[in-house]
């Protein structure tokens, strides 16, 4: 049980992190894949008490797509009047129509394997039981992999952990003739999936930070060296000399131009990658600067072969960390705050809109950043914006945030890079030409509740839209396939847990997203929001085990309470709170409907009487909690509590009137 649950979870994280990085689609749909595996794990636990077999169609669909990804990655960026991504439009591999659809459907088939083998178990251990070494099982496939980020292992690494979990799970021990079949069907796609791995992991210009797949190249253009960064199969950044670079596109420089106070003694720069925008700032006659990045890789190539050696510089001191979260735990005021070019091309893992900089682009970030200037100091960011409206968003943004208009550079018609610097004053800045303002359809500025700085309208795009609608849809086929005409009706009396699976996902996308305004969007603030989630719901399952715990009814009434503190007190009233007194505040308020949430489910999941129906319930309850987590778009992630709250009413008014008076 135990085993199979890592390896569920290990497999899970692997395959969002593998896809993302050989299709650039999912950059920007990472829980595309969590859906799949939803929707997988779901049937895999609901097929469990019928399968006669191992599933062998696991290890072979895992093998297929890997070398299916492998044989046609897709490098191409997108573009829309709803969503606007950066970088170029250039196509190559399969479209959006064909490669989405079969990594939906390969993500669940590859994940219905090890459910299989963990709805097993539920047909043979007490519920809670099963339910505790699931819980255990799952951690450990988090704790693996975080280890394995934090190491920089590569892939093969992923996928040798994968191989070795299914040949012990799935190769029995008894005859020799039976093993040699299993060890066959399992090990044959498995070694062509290492082949690929291998391949990948062993190629000079690769390496693996806990975001990205980087790729370096090295060029020389007129003389000079040239060190291209690729993530996720897009180019992302450049390592050139300072000089160069102001020579290239002076526009980099404007910020200094723009500042009143000129040599500026202390600079922050938020996205100083592999270190260009460093050495500029050293070229400008900065005396000290504070380079963060949250990328360690990204530093760690700065560091290794940009031409200026920025990161090697005494004035320089470097931090890997969010940028949000460095203010808020920095004291320190700068003559300049510059955000250089902080586009992260990708999602964070687990909450279906939120990118690694959004938070750096609201009006709340804004005036964070004007609070740490010096008197006569500015802020200032650029980037390729592409569209008009995207480019006035921020200057009116930085407007409201600081009082009055700031000076807007715009170079070139294409891309229309844009240089937008303001002041701690008016007197502060130096434009070149007064900003006209924004027009009567720029949108207002993005909030910590709406961080969704690139979406032009107030509504769902209809990309979205019809996404989540095909997965609905698929949802509902699979299940009836997979699971025959029994499915639903062995799942119907289950009602109360689908919509509790369903407000748990919408609980825990507000837990991410909360955490990672509070303390940052890095990969360990989210790797830690996520092993926390399952040791509450641990802790949830050994209280309701060991001791006496009150009626379900007094559950809910502490669940609803706990909605209600998330609700009173937002994550913008814990950031104005110490760093200590923030966190164990942030944790109370995040996990205590989490924890009764949990203890309602394992109260209710010991009476049923089908384990693996009510189990698969709560599952695919959980996938439509991750379609419903869109709504954030529209709402704000604030109003997910809103849709959790109701879908925990639904629950208590569909649950088994017998058992309002339980107590265990």
Same mark, same amino acid.
């Given at each position: 049980?135990?085993?199979?649950?890592?390896?569920?979870?290990?497999?899970?994280?692997?395959?969002?992190?593998?896809?993302?990085?050989? #299709? &650039?689609?999912?950059?920007?749909?990472?829980?595309?894949?969590?859906?799949?595996?939803?929707?997988?794990?779901?049937?895999?636990?609901?097929?469990?008490?019928?399968?006669?077999?191992?599933?062998?169609?696991?290890?072979?669909?895992?093998?297929? %797509?890997?070398?299916?990804?492998?044989?046609?990655?897709?490098?191409?960026?997108?573009?829309? *009047?709803?969503?606007?991504?950066?970088?170029?439009?250039?196509?190559?591999?399969?479209?959006?129509?064909?490669?989405?659809?079969?990594?939906?459907?390969?993500?669940?088939?590859?994940?219905?394997?090890?459910?299989?083998?963990?709805?097993?178990?539920?047909?043979?251990?007490?519920?809670?039981?099963?339910?505790?070494?699931?819980?255990?099982?799952?951690?450990?496939?988090?704790? !693996?992999? !975080?280890? %394995?980020?934090?190491?920089?292992?590569?892939?093969?690494?992923?996928?040798?952990?994968?191989?070795?979990?299914?040949?012990?799970?799935?190769?029995?021990? $008894?005859?020799?003739? /039976?093993?040699?079949?299993?060890?066959?069907?399992?090990?044959?796609?498995?070694? &062509?999936?290492?082949?690929?791995?291998?391949?990948?992991?062993?190629?000079?210009?690769?390496?693996?930070?806990?975001?990205?797949?980087?790729?370096?190249?090295?060029?020389?253009?007129?003389?000079?060296?040239?060190?291209?960064?690729? #993530?996720?199969?897009?180019?992302?950044?450049?390592?050139?000399?300072?000089?160069?670079?102001?020579?290239?596109?002076?526009?980099?420089?404007?910020?200094?131009?723009?500042?009143? $106070?000129?040599?500026?003694?202390?600079?922050?720069?938020?996205?100083?990658?592999?270190?260009? *925008?460093?050495? =500029?700032?050293?070229?400008?006659?900065?005396?000290?600067?504070?380079?963060?990045?949250?990328?360690?890789?990204?530093? *760690?190539? @700065?560091?290794?072969?940009?031409? *200026?050696?920025?990161?090697?510089?005494?004035?320089?001191?470097?931090?890997?960390?969010?940028?949000?979260?460095?203010?808020?735990?920095?004291?320190?005021?700068?003559?300049?705050?510059?955000?250089?070019?902080?586009?992260?091309?990708?999602?964070?893992?687990?909450?279906?809109?939120?990118?690694?900089?959004?938070?750096?682009?609201?009006?709340?970030?804004?005036?964070?950043?004007?609070?740490?200037?010096?008197?006569?100091?500015?802020?200032?960011?650029?980037?390729?914006?592409?569209?008009?409206?995207?480019?006035?968003?921020?200057?009116?943004?930085?407007?409201?945030?600081?009082?009055?208009?700031?000076? &807007?550079?715009?170079?070139?018609?294409?891309?229309?890079?844009?240089?937008?610097?303001?002041?701690?004053?008016?007197?502060?800045?130096?434009?070149? /030409?007064?900003?006209? @303002?924004?027009?009567?359809?720029?949108?207002?500025?993005?909030?910590?509740?709406?961080?969704?700085?690139?979406?032009?309208?107030?509504?769902?795009?209809?990309?979205?839209?019809?996404?989540?609608?095909?997965?609905? =849809?698929?949802?509902?086929?699979?299940?009836?396939?997979?699971?025959?005409?029994?499915?639903?009706?062995?799942?119907?009396?289950?009602?109360?847990?689908?919509?509790?699976?369903?407000?748990?996902?919408? %609980?825990?996308?507000?837990?991410?997203?909360?955490?990672?305004?509070?303390?940052?969007?890095?990969?360990?603030?989210?790797?830690?929001?996520?092993?926390?989630?399952? &040791?509450?719901?641990?802790?949830?399952?050994?209280?309701?085990?060991?001791?006496?715990?009150?009626?379900? $009814?007094?559950?809910?009434?502490? %669940?609803?309470?706990?909605?209600?503190?998330?609700?009173?007190?937002?994550?913008?009233?814990?950031?104005?709170?110490?760093?200590?007194?923030?966190?164990?505040?942030?944790?109370?308020?995040?996990?205590?409907?989490?924890?009764?949430?949990?203890?309602?489910?394992?109260?209710?999941?010991?009476?049923?009487?089908?384990?693996?129906?009510?189990?698969?319930?709560?599952?695919?309850?959980?996938?439509?909690?991750?379609?419903?987590?869109?709504?954030?778009?529209?709402?704000?992630?604030?109003?997910?509590?809103?849709?959790?709250?109701?879908?925990?009413?639904?629950?208590?008014?569909?649950?088994?009137?017998?058992? #309002?008076?339980?107590?265990?």
């Amino acid at each position: 049980m135990v085993a199979a649950s890592a390896l569920m979870l290990f497999l899970e994280l692997a395959l969002i992190r593998w896809t993302g990085s050989n #299709v &650039v689609h999912l950059s920007y749909f990472s829980n595309f894949v969590l859906l799949g595996s939803f929707l997988g794990i779901g049937i895999g636990i609901l097929r469990a008490g019928k399968a006669k077999r191992l599933p062998y169609y696991s290890p072979i669909m895992l093998g297929l %797509l890997v070398l299916v990804i492998a044989w046609k990655p897709v490098t191409v960026n997108r573009s829309g *009047d709803s969503v606007i991504y950066f970088t170029s439009l250039d196509t190559t591999g399969p479209p959006v129509w064909v490669i989405l659809p079969i990594i939906f459907v390969a993500a669940a088939v590859v994940l219905a394997g090890p459910a299989e083998l963990v709805g097993r178990c539920f047909t043979e251990l007490p519920r809670l039981t099963a339910y505790r070494y699931d819980l255990i099982g799952s951690l450990t496939g988090i704790v !693996t992999f !975080t280890i %394995l980020s934090f190491l920089g292992a590569p892939p093969i690494w992923w996928g040798l952990l994968v191989t070795v979990g299914f040949l012990a799970l799935m190769v029995p021990g $008894k005859k020799a003739t /039976a093993a040699a079949l299993s060890g066959a069907l399992v090990a044959a796609p498995l070694l &062509v999936m290492l082949g690929v791995l291998l391949h990948e992991s062993t190629r000079p210009e690769n390496s693996w930070s806990p975001y990205y797949k980087v790729q370096t190249s090295s060029s020389t253009y007129e003389n000079t060296p040239l060190l291209t960064i690729t #993530v996720n199969g897009v180019p992302h950044q450049q390592a050139i000399p300072a000089e160069k670079r102001l020579q290239w596109e002076p526009q980099y420089g404007l910020p200094y131009e723009r500042a009143a $106070k000129k040599n500026p003694e202390n600079v922050l720069i938020i996205g100083a990658g592999s270190g260009t *925008d460093v050495a =500029v700032a050293l070229r400008n006659g900065a005396k000290h600067v504070d380079a963060v990045e949250i990328d360690p890789r990204l530093r *760690d190539i @700065g560091r290794e072969q940009h031409p *200026d050696h920025p990161y090697q510089d005494p004035r320089v001191t470097s931090h890997i960390d969010d940028g949000r979260a460095f203010l808020s735990r920095t004291d320190k005021k700068y003559d300049l705050i510059l955000l250089a070019l902080p586009d992260s091309l990708t999602l964070v893992n687990g909450a279906s809109s939120l990118r690694l900089e959004s938070y750096l682009f609201t009006e709340q970030a804004f005036k964070s950043a004007q609070e740490h200037l010096a008197p006569g100091g500015a802020f200032a960011m650029y980037n390729y914006y592409r569209e008009t409206w995207l480019i006035d968003r921020l200057a009116s943004t930085a407007q409201k945030a600081f009082g009055h208009k700031p000076c &807007v550079d715009k170079v070139g018609d294409d891309l229309q890079q844009a240089v937008v610097t303001v002041g701690l004053t008016s007197a502060d800045q130096a434009c070149g /030409a007064e900003w006209a @303002g924004a027009s009567a359809t720029t949108p207002p500025p993005a909030t910590d509740n709406r961080p969704f700085l690139y979406l032009f309208t107030d509504r769902i795009p209809p990309l979205y839209l019809i996404t989540l609608g095909l997965i609905l =849809v698929a949802g509902l086929i699979g299940v009836g396939i997979a699971g025959g005409g029994s499915s639903y009706r062995r799942m119907r009396p289950y009602a109360d847990l689908f919509l509790l699976g369903a407000g748990f996902m919408l %609980l825990e996308t507000k837990s991410i997203t909360g955490f990672a305004l509070l303390f940052g969007t890095t990969w360990v603030v989210n790797a830690i929001v996520f092993a926390g989630v399952l &040791v509450a719901v641990l802790a949830a399952v050994e209280v309701t085990r060991r001791f006496k715990t009150p009626p379900l $009814k007094t559950m809910y009434v502490v %669940l609803f309470g706990g909605l209600l503190l998330s609700w009173v007190f937002p994550d913008s009233w814990l950031l104005g709170m110490p760093i200590g007194l923030r966190a164990l505040v942030a944790v109370v308020i995040a996990f205590l409907p989490i924890f009764a949430a949990n203890v309602i489910f394992a109260k209710r999941f010991t009476d049923t009487a089908d384990g693996t129906a009510s189990f698969g319930a709560n599952l695919l309850g959980a996938l439509l909690g991750g379609c419903l987590e869109y709504a954030a778009l529209l709402i704000g992630f604030d109003g997910l509590i809103i849709i959790a709250a109701l879908l925990y009413v639904g629950a208590f008014l569909l649950r088994p009137k017998a058992a #309002v008076g339980t107590s265990s």
